[in-house]
């Protein structure tokens, strides 16, 4: 495989979730970092050579750009064990990763954003309205992971998959956006496994 090189910013869920496929399958990454909080993807640098679209991250395989952490996840783990060798369960995982950009990630991940990154006292009027349907969503996205992991060790298959990793990025850190891990002790077994596989690497 080509040179590798994360466009990041360590803060973000997204981009530690292509660190850590990397790290589970032993493939170096050279990191760059940017702050999104000071406009760093913004540039006409940044957007001209790195990411039309103004968004980190971007997996960069020697000359050529990869924007969207759940396809350069999919990029890394082509052919391993990461990635089910059946059709049906291929099609579960990308269901569940699916999930996780639809359901999960615009709440979970918005609120951590919002409240521990940003700060309430910085939020727009319209920001903060959106903070209790947005606690709701996270809630109910949370609640449909507790259910399934109360009978399944993984989300696919008796394995972790890169549905578990790209689940795992923002639910581990869901407490900072005021959701209460405590209440999903099916979800927090599973945080568990993940932490300990072979390879892990924490998030900055």
């Given at each position: 495989?080509?040179?590798?090189?994360?466009?990041?910013?360590?803060?973000?869920?997204?981009?530690?979730?292509?660190?850590?496929?990397?790290?589970?399958?032993?493939?170096?990454?050279?990191?760059?970092?940017?702050?999104?909080?000071?406009?760093?993807?913004?540039?006409?640098?940044?957007?001209?050579?790195?990411?039309?679209?103004?968004?980190?991250?971007?997996?960069?395989?020697?000359?050529?750009?990869?924007?969207?952490?759940?396809?350069?996840?999919?990029?890394?783990?082509?052919?391993?064990?990461?990635?089910?060798?059946?059709?049906?369960?291929?099609?579960?995982?990308?269901?569940?990763?699916?999930?996780?950009?639809?359901?999960?990630?615009?709440?979970?991940?918005?609120?951590?954003?919002?409240?521990?990154?940003?700060?309430?006292?910085?939020?727009?009027?319209?920001?903060?309205?959106?903070?209790?349907?947005?606690?709701?969503?996270?809630e109910a996205a949370l609640a449909l992971m507790e259910e399934h992991l109360a009978?399944?060790?993984?989300?696919?298959?008796?394995?972790?998959?890169?549905?578990?990793?790209?689940?795992?990025?923002y639910t581990h850190v869901c407490e900072a956006g005021g959701f209460r891990l405590?209440?999903?002790?099916?979800?927090?077994?599973?945080?568990?496994?993940v932490s300990a596989l072979p390879g892990y690497v924490p998030m900055d």
């Amino acid at each position: 495989m080509k040179t590798l090189t994360l466009h990041e910013d360590p803060c973000s869920g997204n981009c530690y979730k292509i660190r850590l496929t990397a790290a589970l399958l032993g493939k170096p990454l050279t990191r760059i970092a940017y702050d999104i909080l000071k406009g760093e993807t913004r540039t006409p640098a940044f957007l001209q050579n790195v990411n039309a679209n103004g968004r980190i991250p971007v997996l960069q395989a020697g000359d050529r750009f990869l924007p969207e952490s759940n396809a350069a996840c999919w990029y890394l783990a082509e052919g391993s064990a990461l990635i089910p060798g059946d059709a049906f369960g291929r099609a579960d995982m990308l269901r569940w990763m699916f999930f996780e950009q639809y359901n999960h990630e615009p709440n979970v991940a918005t609120l951590r954003f919002w409240l521990s990154i940003v700060g309430e006292a910085h939020l727009t009027a319209a920001q903060k309205e959106q903070i209790a349907g947005k606690r709701a969503g996270g809630e109910a996205a949370l609640a449909l992971m507790e259910e399934h992991l109360a009978g399944h060790g993984w989300f696919v298959g008796g394995s972790v998959t890169l549905a578990d990793i790209a689940l795992y990025a923002y639910t581990h850190v869901c407490e900072a956006g005021g959701f209460r891990l405590g209440d999903y002790p099916a979800v927090c077994r599973w945080l568990e496994r993940v932490s300990a596989l072979p390879g892990y690497v924490p998030m900055d």
